[in-house]
């Protein structure tokens, strides 16, 4: 079975622009999270997506959204990029929501803002 | 604020010998408390995890224990092998379901030398 898959894996934006990165969740898992890596601060909790609705928001500015579409792949989207959104952004996926035991990472895409 | 603190950046041992990484806690909400590995260019994996009912669990070579009252837990790796070099993370939540929920550790490095 194929894993967590996440594109682009690396990117390279300035400030000001806006990036969406996408994510392929394991055939028949249907949540979607997603995380921001950073040196400092760890993983944090960006969102969580469930057969197309957002279930649950970590707290991050609303230039962070999301969507996740009918085939359960999702997509988060960063408007106005700062310097300080240069991070990995992991993608996990689950067959129940919020089962942090049973996710399962994508290997995440590195952004670096410019 | 670091809800979760992992002090020891980095951590070298040697092949066979015993890993021991440790994880502070601050809230005394968190009662499920969990270890994911990380290799390089790849998402987390869960490792392990442990409920504040419980005081020790155990999985194979990979045990966590937990003091509630000195809000500490530490991961004990026996022995260790030079595939368990990668990053630790400690993470924590008030219950056991719900990915916002979660808070994690910055990580541990653990390098096993043949």
């Known amino acids: 079975k194929a894993g967590v898959t996440q594109t682009p894996r690396y990117l390279i934006k300035t400030r000001g622009q806006q990036v969406t990165l996408s994510c392929s969740p394991i055939?028949?898992?249907?949540?979607v999270s997603w995380y921001q890596q950073t040196p400092g601060q760890g993983l944090q909790f960006l969102f969580e997506?469930?057969?197309?609705?957002?279930?649950n928001k970590g707290n991050f500015p609303g230039r962070f959204s999301g969507r996740q579409f009918s085939n359960s792949r999702s997509e988060m989207n960063v408007s106005t990029l700062e310097l300080g959104d240069s991070a990995l952004y992991l993608c996990?996926?689950?067959?129940?929501?919020?089962?942090?035991?049973?996710?399962?990472f994508g290997p995440g895409t590195r952004l670096l803002v410019l | 604020d670091q809800q979760v603190k992992q002090n020891s950046p980095s951590l070298s041992v040697q092949e066979g010998r015993i890993s021991i990484l440790n994880c502070d806690y601050t809230?005394?909400?968190?009662?499920?408390f969990l270890w994911y590995k990380k290799y390089p260019a790849e998402g987390p994996t869960f490792l392990i995890s442990?409920?504040?009912?419980?005081d020790k669990n155990e999985d194979g070579r990979f045990t966590v224990f937990l003091n509630k009252s000195a809000k500490h837990l530490s991961l004990h790796i026996v022995p260790s092998q030079p595939g368990d070099s990668a990053v630790y993370f400690c993470?924590?939540?008030?219950?056991?379901?719900?990915?916002?929920?979660?808070?994690f550790g910055i990580g541990t490095k653990l390098q096993v030398i043949p």
């Open positions: 996990a996926s689950s067959l129940r929501a919020g089962d942090q035991e049973t996710q399962y």
């Open positions: 055939s028949g898992h249907r949540s």
């Open positions: 997506y469930f057969s197309e609705t957002q279930r």
């Open positions: 809230n005394s909400m968190f009662d499920y």
């Open positions: 442990i409920s504040s009912i419980k």
């Open positions: 993470a924590a939540s008030p219950n056991s379901g719900g990915y916002q929920k979660v808070t």
